[in-house]
């Protein structure tokens, strides 16, 4: 045996081996790279496929519809289907997590019994379900960030059969001999707190109190009676809240307001009407932004529609321009400033104006009263004493009672018993023959023949009977 060959052959098997091994393990370890990068690439898959959270959810019940709102850290990706037998409503968000304790929720209202989890369509999904006691209208949209709110998803279910008895009972209102029907707008409420004072106040509590004091007022009077937009702590549209008045034939619209601004130096209470023209003030303008912004936190659809919602106003006012509403709800804004000054300190000691949504019904006269700066640390403190509030709502009544008492509307109780009385008018500056023919109601023809006039000059100052109608 040739020794010296056979170890030639060993080394050269030797090195074979190791280059075979050495491929083997460089294969392998490709693999095994490969089957990381494609383990991680589905790890960040899923990651980014369940990317969205839910934050929290909240619930605000009213008399005939019910809003459920979805606090989200990024825009959502949702669907959503009806079930009945019983009726549900099923709701699912893609590539969202996050669970939301449903069961401390309370108040759920007269339409949804329960709020709970069930098994969502994969792993990167969740779905809700939203029990319901009868069959309902849905209305489902997100909205996009507004301070002091992140993403949310809205639901809004409601009762078309509540909203026609509503309609149905307003209707029968116009008899003889009817009552004065005052509708109270309750500024804010429950997704759009309003201002928020520096010790916390949010301003949608305190125009609640102060709206049901004066509502109470009102129910107390023979002869008068109160319609509340709303009742509790839930939104309403600033384009919704006329509409209100309108279905219940109200002869006046009252907003209720707190004011607020950038620095806490402002005070007092003011009152404002429609503008014809933009805000006359910087607190007007601010105020236009401020019932934007309020849309914006209470989140209605048809906020998005910001043209209709132009051509609306437009419209209102062209409607309104040189009518009764308007010189009615400046007349009645007077008198409520001349009894606020007699509790609380005043801002401004004229009726202002500014273009609000609120006040743009073309056919009822309207007002916006701030009963105080809840920005300014004193005045908040006086709006969360229930005496001071007590004050101002006695204060807003009486100068409604005096107006109407003057000036009643006609076909009701007031006005009948007004017949039996003497009418007269002093005349102001700007006033004349045919425009308080307008507002009494009467023709020009009778106040001149009851005023022995023969032609249509008044001078100011002078004192006019007033014929009956």
Known sequence: MNYKHEVTKMKGRKSHLNSVFSMDYSFAMAVLSFCLLIFTSSLSATAYAASNQIDGLRIWPSPSNTRIVLDLKEQPEYSYFTLSNPERLVIDLANTQGKVDTKQLSKLGN??????????????????????????????????????????????LSNPQANKQQVTKSSELSTRDRDIIIAIDAGHGGEDPG???????????????????????????????????????????????????????????????????????????????????????????????????????????????????????????????MDHSLTTSFDISKKVISQLKKVTKLHKKTPQAASLAVLTSP?????????????????????????????????????????????????????????LEKRTHRVRSGESLSLLAQRYKVKVSDLKAVNNLNNDTVLIGQVLTIPST
Do not use: C
């Not at 809700?128 to 998803?153: C, H």
């Not at 004493?385 to 009701?412: C, I, M, N, Q």
């Open 195 to 321: 201002s928020i004072g520096r010790a916390g106040t949010f301003e949608k509590n305190i125009t609640l109190s102060i709206s049901k004091k004066i509502a109470n007022l009102i129910n107390a009077e023979k002869g008068m009676r109160a319609v509340m937009t709303r009742t509790g702590d839930y939104y309403i549209s600033p384009n919704r809240r006329p509409e209100i008045a309108r279905k219940n034939k109200a002869d006046l619209f009252i907003s209720i307001h707190a004011d607020a601004f950038t620095t806490p130096q402002p005070s007092g209470a003011s009152v404002w009407i429609l503008s014809m023209r933009r805000a006359n003030s910087e607190l007007g303008r601010w105020m236009e932004r401020t019932e934007r912004h309020s849309e914006l936190l209470g989140g209605a659809a048809e906020v998005i529609q910001d043209t209709a919602s132009e051509l609306y106003l437009a419209q209102a006012l062209l409607d309104m321009s």
């Open 111 to 156: 339409l949804v019994t329960k709020v709970r989890h069930s098994t969502p369509k994969n792993a990167s999904s969740t779905r809700l379900v939203i029990e319901l006691s009868q069959k309902v209208q849905t209305e489902i949209f997100a909205l996009t960030p507004t301070p002091p709110y992140k993403n949310r998803l809205v639901v809004d």
């Open 363 to 419: 056919d009822i006269p309207s007002i916006l009263v701030e009963t105080g700066f809840i920005s300014n640390p004193t005045e908040e403190k006086n709006l969360n004493w229930a005496k001071h509030r007590e004050r101002l709502a006695k204060s807003v009544f009486s100068a409604v009672k005096a107006y109407f008492k003057r000036l009643p509307p006609d076909g009701t109780m007031w006005a009948n018993n007004a017949k």
